[in-house]
């Protein structure tokens, strides 16, 4: 297992267009994350799967923003009519059960013009 | 507020100096985890500390988890290029989503 997988790396796209990002998390990991990040802050948690329940989504996520992970294994993010705005690293992360910290994918990186 | 208030936020220093970072809160945790996230890619988990008092050391980077588990701190001897990053750390709250500090940006010159 190679660890999270995240595509596309890079997407640019125009105000208005819908867009959607996948991740692979790591294949033991039942627990799946959504985290977005700009410029100079730390990651801001999005959302959170257990398997493919979606247990808890942030204010962050708004009404144009939907995730899910059918089948308890890859996690698709859409977003949708972009806004500048939106323009950030999202950050896809699994872990098991336990305290020993969740791992990250490499990240997409949406520039919105 | 931040949960989570980390210090420096900048950090620049000389190759081979030793360096300290830390990683603050009001509340108690029952485990912290330490990151490093390079320009582009995603952040790298270094460590987690669980037990007060706790001392890890992965290396030359040394973490330290505070007794009453409210604190922690990194410490990196005779730092190197390589080590040039942001450091993060990240603690659980809720269902086991991780919520992150402000982060401390080192750079280390050669």
């Known amino acids: 297992d190679t660890g999270v997988s995240q595509d596309p790396r890079h997407k640019i796209t125009k105000r208005g267009q819908n867009v959607t990002f996948r991740c692979d998390p790591i294949?033991?990991?039942?627990?799946l994350y959504w985290y977005r990040q700009t410029l100079g802050q730390g990651p801001e948690f999005l959302t959170y799967f257990q398997n493919e329940a979606q247990l808890e989504k942030s204010r962050l996520l708004s009404d144009r923003f939907s995730a899910e992970r059918p089948k308890g294994s890859f996690s698709t993010l859409e977003i949708q009519r972009t806004e500048q705005g939106d323009s950030a690293m999202y950050l896809c992360?699994?872990?098991?059960?336990?305290?020993?910290?969740?791992?990250f994918g490499q990240g997409t990186r949406l520039t919105v013009v | 507020t931040q949960l989570l208030e980390q210090s420096p936020q900048f950090l620049s220093i000389q190759e081979g100096e030793n360096l300290t970072v830390y990683c603050n809160s009001s509340s108690v945790f029952s485990s912290l985890q330490w990151y490093r996230q390079e320009p582009g890619e995603g952040p790298v988990l270094l460590v987690t500390v669980v037990t007060g008092g706790e001392v890890k050391k992965l290396k030359r980077l040394t973490f330290q988890f505070g007794d009453a588990r409210k604190d922690s701190s990194l410490h990196i001897t005779a730092a190197q290029p390589g080590d040039t990053g942001l450091y993060l750390c990240?603690?659980?709250?809720?269902?086991?989503?991780?919520?992150f500090g402000t982060g401390t940006r080192l750079k280390v010159l050669a």
């Open positions: 992360a699994s872990s098991s059960r336990g305290p020993e910290g969740a791992f």
């Open positions: 294949s033991e990991h039942n627990r």
């Open positions: 990240a603690v659980n709250r809720g269902t086991y989503k991780y919520i």
